[in-house]
Every structure is written in structure tokens, then in C-alpha cells.
């Protein structure tokens, strides 16, 4: 069992020989953090932090001495009780219209294994050996409600997890107004902040800054997570880098608003929170009833950035992704959207599948526009049957005959979303997610169904098993377009400020169900790209569409952003056409395709339109990603060059195998000047005692040069003649193979 109580101290100590965790309990009252960082051997973990008398700090009531204040301590769960002034994990209103919370701690438990929460996605064992849970019980006397504080630390992993359970046990109702998932507290403020902010068509910039006193918050008001801001935070020492550094994880499995706090205050502690946003969220907690919080994922990294992103990936394969596709290679595909977008036929999609079938692409996605009376974005969302003049023969035998060409065939739906020029909101306008007798407005033309209404989900998945029992499809592109403004529920059964939380356990519950009932659809999760790319999706769709952009210089930062956190085999990437359909930038198709191969690969362009030179260079493109798609999927990722830190003029990363013996790097210039100087970079990730071949040519070195001394990335002889040595957006490719 690696949770250890003392009972002398009355302290917890987490600790799996790489991490450790402590926090005690002090007075019989308050959770006092002690340590979270390596491991040390040290089971007295009662608190060191220096008791002072403090102006201005309260004393609570079960001390007799000025030199005892939370307002000056390390805390677990802070509340607004007893004298903190800092940023509380929870707000409450009661019966009585008080709302001053004060909790006394009544117990522990400990097991291993770990319990799922009931109607959230959270991360799982496969057996009980795997990780161990401390439940700490807390306890409101005035209102009899109980709290349970869950931690579940991973035996393979630098990983903690977190959450909250709130029962009500007494007589009178009492309304939730923040309950975050987790809140811990640093002795110090020496750090810097790393976010991941952006917008539609460029997500998750890394963005790093000093932290200084006084509140930074990262939050969404917008129903989802959205593009703006990752439900993620890092806390890193100022000299942490890629490789060197610790490095403090903050992530939150949920798909809805979310809010995190970082907070240094007067005594230059630092409090990081993460839970449900508190903007639209007002949760009444009846007599009997439960509330759960998402799970917070706690992750720790003594290797720098990349430590993070190792243990992130590995673990979020492991213990997050699951189904057919959790070990399985990803299809290269070919998408119509930028090929057609709602202007095809039949007859255009089969003949763009008769050449997909030629360059050997494994998968033809159907995009927007082939139901109702799809034919612009302005109508028919909601109405999930085929429109029969661009496809009268059947979307069933569009797919048998996709088919019979040897590809797999996957389809585009947007099921939360509702048209107005639509037969479903002629049948049912209140089913349209908007605050009652309020004014809605529209995104796109388009407006969002109100999930937390048992008809609407009942209806969704009414109509899309038709398509799905009757059609054959393999891969389902799942689409949500437009952020929620006017937050409320048409239902006088559902109070408003409880819809954003519930439309999110509805969704969970229809994706529960499809994916329990189709196991062998492969799943991708899309929201106008990457406004949805958070861990709640990833537990039910085990990959995701990075983004609507797909310009390749754009994708070097949005893919290194996106590759802090997330696995490799989630990303989608895509050539796609030239002058990209976003920035109007054009670049080669040899670019194109390094960047998209650096994730699942796929194409989104007319490939009946191209030049026989461009088929043939997309069939070598293909034909790499084949020979090296376990390597790139399932291999350990390493950033060499971060493109952000390198001025946004540069990246470069390798994949190397689990045995290290086979390698990819990827070297990226954007912009070329004259004369320059010659790039030398060192690899990171092999073996130093393995001899590497480069590009099988005859040139071997040791990995100990490859990672100490390093290459000139741009030396033509490890390279073929027609390689690119000069100008603007050029890439190379390294394949490095151990003998």
C-alpha cells in the first residue's frame, strides 16, 4: 500500500518510490499540505511551516495561541470559515440564507484499486494493483453534510488524482454555488505559469510568464472548454526547460465550463485550484442527494517539459483512453470537407475514393452536408437523414461500395446542434437551449439542443442508431460548432443555474451509450477543431481533430502546444489544400506532409485535381507513414526544439521506439535567411551505447554523439539529392535505426 498513516502526527503520506504527497491534520480540524514533489523516506509528515503571529490573520476558534491563522498556511481545502482571505474550493448558500462553511475533519479511508465517478468520465485501472485511493471524510456539523475528499496516486506513474463528493445527509436544501475538484497550496511563489491560451484556428500557444502576487485566473463562460484557454495550468521553476526542471501539472477531466485559480498572496504562498466554473453554476443540493466534482489530474515532473508530456502520454494511453482503438494503429483518411465542402455528389465521392483507393489511403470520411437539406450551414442540424438528391442511391450504398474499394467509410453528424430551418425545430422550438422568456442568439445560424432534457437525448440517439444499424460505418467525425451564450433550460423542471453541468452529464450519458453499443466505430472528437480537446472527450473518443487550420507553419505551434498534454495518436492532422483554405500561405507538399505525420495522418484535399508528380509524392507519403505509423503513434515523443521558444521560426522533435532502437526526428525551418549559419541540434531519447544509422546511408554515429555532440540537421549527405537545403518553409526527416 503506498499511503501511509502516522497516526503520532496524524499525517498522509502518498508516496510510490518516484512522488511524494503529504498533508496532516492539525487542531482535529484543518488539512495542512506539507510536501508534493520526488519522493523522500520521511512517514513524520506533520507540517514544518513556521507559525507566526501575523497582523490582520484570524485565529480560529479551537486555537489559543495569535500564531496560529489559515490565513498563513498551507491548505488542502481551504473554506471561508475560519479566516482565510485567500481564494476558497467551495461557496455555499444554506436554508438560512448564511453561507459560512466550516468543516471539521471526521476520518479516513484507504484501499487499493480506484472507484469510477458515477456519470463523469474519469481515469481507471484495469486491476487494483495498478493504484491506491486515501479518502479523507470532512464534516459540515451545523447542516449534517459529509464530504469526501478522493486521492488516488498511480504505482507506475507521477500521477495523483482528485476529487470531491458532496452528500447531503440533512434536512434542509442547500445550494452549491463552487465546489472546485482540488486546491492545494506551495510554501513559496518562485514560479513561472504556463498556459495554453488561444482562439479558433490557433489553440494552445504555449505561454509562459512569472507568477506575481494577486490572482490569475484561466476560465471558460462559454458552456465548453473551448478554444481559448486549455483546462490545464503548469507551475514550473524558472529554469525549467524541455529537459530539465520541475514541473507541476494541473489537468481537469471535463468537457464544460471550467475555472482554474493560481493565486500568490500576502506571504508569497501559491494556491492552485482547478473545478467546474463557477460563472453559470448554481447547483441546488437536495436532503439524500450526492454531488461529484470531475477528477483533477495532478502530475509531476523533475525532467522538465518533456518529463511532463512523457508521463501525461503514456498515462492518459494507459488509464484515460480506452475501447477497439486504445492500442490500435489509426487509419490514414482522406476527408471531403476542403475538397467539396457542401458542393458534391455521389458520383464526385466515389470518384474521390477511386483515387484514394489508388494511393493507398485506408479511410473516406463523408463530411458536413449529406442530410436533411444540407446544402449551407444555415439549415437542417438536427434532422439526421440522408438528403437523397446529392445521394439517391442511399448512404448505405455509398458506404458498400466504399467498401468493396477496400477503404473503411466514416461520416460526419453534429448532434447537439439545431437548425431553426429544420423539421426538428418545427416538431419541438423548446427544445432549444436558451434561458426562458430570454431572447437567443445564434452562432453560425445554428443553436444548441438542450441535452438535459431526457426527450432531447432520447431523440438523438433515436435517430442516429438508425443511421448506425442500418449503414456500415467505421469512424464517426463528431462535430460542436458554436459556444453557448444564453445559458437556461425551456423546461420548468430544470433550474438554470444547473444546465451547464447537466447538458454536460447529458452529453456524457449519449456518448456512454454509443460508444458501449458501437464498439468498433473509431471515434473522433471535433468542436470547429480543437474547442473541445479536453480529457473528458478523450475518455470516450480516443482521438480528436486539432484544429480547423491546417496551414502547416500554423500547425508546428499548434501541435507542439497540443503535445505538452496529449498523446500523439489523439491528434488529427491533415495536407490539406494550397493556398490553405485559412491564411491563404502556400507551402510543399513535402512540408505538408512531415507536419501531418507528426499525428494521425490524413489528407483533406481534391486528389482528382492533383498532378500524377503530386500523386506519386503522396504515395511515398503514405508509404513512410505505414512503414513508421507504430513508431509515431505509439512511441515516446520528445520536443527537441520548442517552436515557441524558438521565436516561432523553428521546431524539431524525434519519436523514438520503447527500445530505443528505432528513431524519427523531424527538423522544421519557417523562414530561411541569407548566408546563414549551420544548425546544429542535439537528440534527446536513444540509447547512447546504440550505434544509429541515419537514412540508411552508410554515415553511423553512437547515440551518446547524436545526443552530446549532435548533427548539423541540414548536412546534405544525410540526405538524398533532391532533399532542400535552402529557402523558406522546408523540413527534413532523420530515420534513425539502431544495429
Not at 427544445?431 to 431572447?439: M, T
Not at 505538408?592 to 484535399?605: H, K, T
Amino acid at each position: 500500500m503506498s499511503i501511509i498513516y502516522n497516526d503520532k502526527c496524524k499525517s498522509f503520506h502518498l508516496t510510490n518510490g518516484q512522488i511524494s504527497y503529504q498533508f496532516s491534520v492539525e487542531k482535529e480540524t484543518f488539512l495542512i499540505h506539507n510536501y508534493w514533489g520526488k519522493a523522500i523516506k520521511n512517514n513524520i509528515s506533520h507540517s514544518d511551516y513556521p507559525k507566526r503571529d501575523r497582523s490582520h490573520s484570524p485565529n480560529p476558534y479551537n486555537v489559543n495561541t495569535r500564531k496560529y491563522s489559515l490565513n498563513n498556511l498551507p491548505q488542502e481545502f481551504p473554506t471561508n470559515g475560519y479566516g482565510d482571505f485567500r481564494e476558497t474550493i467551495l461557496e455555499h448558500v444554506y436554508e438560512d440564507e448564511s453561507f459560512i462553511t466550516q468543516l471539521s475533519y471526521n476520518g479516513y479511508s484507504k484501499y487499493k484499486g480506484k472507484k469510477k465517478i458515477p456519470g463523469l468520465p474519469s481515469t481507471y485501472i484495469e486491476n487494483e494493483k495498478e493504484a491506491d485511493t486515501l479518502e479523507i471524510y470532512l464534516k459540515d456539523k451545523l447542516y449534517d453534510i459529509d464530504y469526501t475528499l478522493s486521492y488516488t496516486i498511480f504505482n507506475d506513474f507521477n500521477i495523483i488524482t482528485r476529487n470531491v463528493r458532496i452528500k447531503n445527509n440533512g434536512d434542509y436544501s442547500v445550494n452549491i454555488n463552487k465546489v472546485l475538484s482540488m486546491s492545494v497550496d506551495f510554501d513559496h511563489n518562485n514560479f513561472d505559469l504556463i498556459q495554453l491560451p488561444g482562439s479558433w484556428g490557433r489553440e494552445r500557444k504555449v505561454v509562459r510568464s512569472h507568477l506575481t502576487n494577486g490572482i490569475h485566473r484561466i476560465d471558460s463562460k462559454r458552456g465548453t472548454v473551448g478554444h481559448e484557454y486549455q483546462p490545464f495550468f503548469a507551475l514550473v521553476s524558472p529554469d525549467t526547460n524541455e529537459q530539465s526542471g520541475e514541473v507541476y501539472g494541473f489537468h481537469l477531466v471535463y468537457s464544460g465550463e471550467f475555472l482554474a485559480n493560481i493565486e500568490v498572496g500576502e506571504f508569497e504562498l501559491t494556491r492552485a485550484q482547478i473545478g467546474i466554473g463557477s460563472e453559470h453554476f448554481n447547483w441546488e443540493l437536495n436532503p439524500g442527494d450526492e454531488f461529484n466534482t470531475p477528477e483533477a489530474v495532478l502530475s509531476y515532473s523533475e525532467n522538465g517539459l518533456n518529463g511532463l508530456s512523457q508521463i501525461k502520454h503514456k498515462f492518459y494511453k494507459k488509464h484515460l483512453i480506452r475501447g477497439k482503438y486504445k492500442n490500435k494503429e489509426r487509419p490514414i483518411l482522406l476527408n471531403n470537407w476542403e475538397a467539396t465542402y457542401f458542393d458534391f455528389t455521389e458520383d464526385k465521392i466515389l470518384s474521390l475514393v477511386e483515387e484514394a483507393s489508388d494511393l493507398g489511403i485506408e479511410l473516406f470520411v463523408l463530411d458536413d452536408g449529406w442530410f436533411g437539406q444540407r446544402d449551407s450551414d444555415t439549415t437542417s442540424l438536427g434532422d439526421w437523414f440522408v438528403n437523397r438528391e446529392k445521394l439517391p442511391n442511399s448512404l448505405e450504398y455509398l458506404a458498400k461500395n466504399i467498401h468493396k474499394k477496400g477503404l473503411k467509410f466514416g461520416l460526419w453528424f453534429e448532434p447537439e446542434m439545431i437548425s431553426k430551418n429544420s423539421n426538428l425545430y418545427n416538431e419541438h422550438p423548446e427544445w432549444l437551449l436558451k434561458a426562458s422568456g430570454r431572447n437567443e442568439s445564434s452562432s453560425r445560424d445554428q443553436y444548441i439542443l438542450d441535452l438535459s432534457q431526457d426527450e432531447v437525448r432520447e431523440n438523438i440517439l433515436s435517430q442516429l442508431k438508425v443511421i448506425l444499424d442500418n449503414v456500415p460505418i467505421d469512424y464517426i467525425k463528431w462535430d460542436y460548432n458554436r459556444n453557448t451564450s444564453e445559458i437556461g433550460s425551456q423546461s420548468s423542471q430544470i433550474r438554470d443555474g444547473e444546465v451547464s453541468h447537466r447538458f454536460i452529464l447529458g452529453l456524457y450519458k449519449i456518448l456512454d451509450e454509443l460508444v458501449t453499443t458501437y464498439p468498433n466505430i473509431l471515434w473522433e472528437s471535433c468542436s470547429g477543431g480543437g474547442g473541445r480537446y479536453d480529457p473528458g472527450m478523450l475518455y470516450y473518443m480516443p482521438q480528436t481533430w486539432t484544429s480547423d487550420n491546417t496551414d502547416a507553419i500554423s500547425r508546428l505551434g499548434i501541435q507542439t502546444g497540443t503535445s505538452l498534454i496529449y498523446p500523439i495518436n489523439s491528434m488529427g492532422s491533415h495536407v490539406s489544400e494550397v493556398p490553405n483554405h485559412q491564411l491563404n500561405r502556400t507551402t510543399s507538399l513535402e512540408m505538408r506532409g512531415n507536419v501531418a505525420m507528426s499525428g494521425n495522418f490524413g489528407y483533406e484535399l481534391d486528389i482528382t485535381k492533383i498532378s500524377a508528380q503530386e500523386k506519386e509524392l503522396i504515395k511515398k507519403q503514405i508509404n513512410f507513414y505505414k512503414e513508421n505509423r507504430q513508431l509515431i503513434q505509439f512511441g515516446n515523443f520528445h520536443r527537441i526544439i520548442n517552436f515557441y521558444m524558438a521565436n516561432e521560426n523553428e521546431a524539431a522533435w524525434i519519436f523514438v521506439s520503447d527500445d530505443k532502437k528505432e528513431a524519427l526526428f523531424y527538423y522544421f525551418k519557417v523562414l530561411d535567411q541569407t548566408n546563414p549559419p549551420l544548425k546544429r541540434v542535439k537528440m534527446v531519447g536513444l540509447d547512447p551505447n546504440l550505434r544509429y544509422s541515419i537514412n540508411s546511408t552508410s554515415i553511423c554515429l553512437y547515440g551518446d554523439e547524436l545526443m552530446n555532440k549532435g548533427i548539423f540537421v541540414e548536412n546534405e549527405q544525410y540526405y538524398n539529392s533532391k532533399h532542400n537545403l535552402y529557402g523558406d518553409f522546408r523540413s527534413s526527416v532523420i530515420k534513425l535505426t539502431a544495429y
